[in-house]
């Protein structure tokens, strides 16, 4: 089969779950991590025919995303940036917004000259940790999830990286346990609450971690109030906490910092014109 009937193949099993733009990314992202194959050979040479090795799998994963599993689960990576990274079920898929936090605070502490001391909570695959240590080396991360393998994730993805950053075992609802003076802040905690559930695809809803994801109906604020607790006990003066937020609920989030430290607060949109990023200055 010539690579650009494949793409074609690809196209056609998969138009009742996604547009043409999204079946040539995911394609494109098959042919560099699966078939080991130059996303350019699609334009530059079309006829380059597949061996019955690639057609073996790029059948089968196709296969694969007809149940709706998402495509970083069947590849078992993503990229994020500048990095490669590991992704299993037990851990959200990282997203586009969550690397646009990820580049404000890069912005913030572009002129960095001195190690300072942050902390993600709730790191997951430790895509926004280890992105802060990779492109920010002044940073001395710590990076708390509650399971073990998560943080066994994050690891892999350490030595992947070629990164050092610390792993702690820990539980976002109880943090105060947690003595730890740091200069900054970040987590993009569970913040979907079950009434959204509707509004979610099956790939999501199917397949990534619900503990990720969803918050108690009656207490959507739950990880944002615990999270402003840590940072009254052990955020230092002038300190910064960044937050990925659930749009739906952004005045009742400025309503929750207001009672406890004064902090500034600055807004941020997503790639979508959501309110989806904070940031509090002490």
Same mark, same amino acid.
């Given at each position: 089969?010539?690579?650009?009937? =494949?793409?074609?193949?690809?196209? =056609?099993?998969?138009?009742? *779950?996604?547009?043409?733009?999204?079946?040539?990314?995911?394609? !494109?992202?098959? *042919?560099? $991590?699966?078939?080991?194959?130059?996303?350019?050979?699609? =334009?530059?040479?079309?006829?380059?025919?597949?061996?019955?090795?690639?057609? $073996? /799998?790029? !059948?089968?994963? *196709?296969?694969?995303? %007809?149940?709706? !599993?998402?495509?970083?689960?069947?590849?078992?990576?993503?990229?994020?940036?500048?990095?490669?990274?590991?992704?299993?079920?037990?851990?959200?898929?990282?997203?586009?917004? +969550?690397?646009?936090?990820?580049?404000?605070?890069?912005?913030?502490? @572009?002129?960095?000259?001195?190690?300072?001391?942050?902390? #993600?909570?709730? +790191?997951? $695959?430790?895509?926004? @940790? %280890?992105?802060?240590?990779?492109? &920010?080396?002044?940073?001395?991360?710590?990076?708390?999830?509650?399971?073990?393998?998560?943080?066994?994730?994050?690891? &892999?993805?350490?030595?992947?990286?070629?990164?050092?950053?610390?792993?702690? /075992?820990? #539980?976002?609802?109880?943090?105060?346990?947690?003595?730890?003076?740091?200069?900054?802040?970040?987590?993009?905690?569970?913040?979907?609450?079950?009434?959204? /559930?509707?509004?979610?695809?099956?790939n999501v809803l199917n397949f990534e971690p619900?503990?990720? %994801?969803?918050?108690?109906?009656?207490?959507?604020?739950?990880?944002? &109030?615990?999270?402003?607790?840590?940072?009254?006990?052990?955020?230092?003066? !002038?300190?910064?906490?960044?937050?990925?937020?659930?749009? *739906?609920?952004?005045?009742?989030?400025?309503?929750?910092?207001?009672?406890?430290?004064?902090? +500034?607060?600055?807004?941020?949109?997503?790639?979508?014109?959501?309110?989806?990023?904070?940031?509090?200055?002490?």
């Amino acid at each position: 089969m010539r690579l650009i009937e =494949a793409r074609n193949q690809f196209r =056609a099993g998969l138009k009742e *779950l996604h547009t043409v733009q999204e079946c040539d990314y995911y394609f !494109k992202m098959i *042919l560099s $991590s699966l078939l080991d194959i130059d996303p350019i050979s699609i =334009a530059l040479e079309p006829n380059h025919l597949l061996d019955s090795s690639q057609q $073996s /799998k790029l !059948k089968s994963v *196709l296969e694969d995303m %007809l149940t709706e !599993k998402p495509l970083q689960y069947i590849l078992g990576e993503v990229p994020f940036r500048k990095l490669n990274l590991k992704v299993n079920p037990s851990v959200l898929i990282p997203r586009p917004e +969550t690397e646009e936090m990820v580049g404000w605070i890069l912005e913030d502490y @572009a002129k960095l000259n001195q190690k300072i001391d942050l902390i #993600d909570l709730g +790191t997951g $695959s430790g895509c926004i @940790a %280890l992105s802060l240590k990779k492109e &920010q080396p002044y940073f001395n991360v710590y990076a708390l999830d509650i399971d073990q393998p998560i943080l066994d994730l994050v690891e &892999q993805n350490k030595e992947k990286n070629k990164l050092e950053i610390n792993c702690i /075992k820990g #539980d976002i609802n109880d943090l105060l346990k947690l003595k730890l003076k740091v200069e900054v802040i970040v987590s993009n905690p569970p913040y979907i609450t079950p009434k959204e /559930k509707e509004e979610i695809k099956n790939n999501v809803l199917n397949f990534e971690p619900h503990q990720a %994801l969803f918050v108690p109906q009656d207490n959507p604020l739950l990880y944002y &109030q615990k999270i402003l607790e840590f940072a009254g006990e052990n955020l230092k003066s !002038k300190g910064r906490v960044y937050f990925e937020i659930n749009p *739906l609920f952004e005045s009742e989030m400025e309503a929750l910092i207001f009672c406890f430290d004064s902090y +500034t607060i600055t807004k941020r949109l997503d790639i979508f014109g959501k309110i989806r990023m904070l940031r509090l200055e002490k």
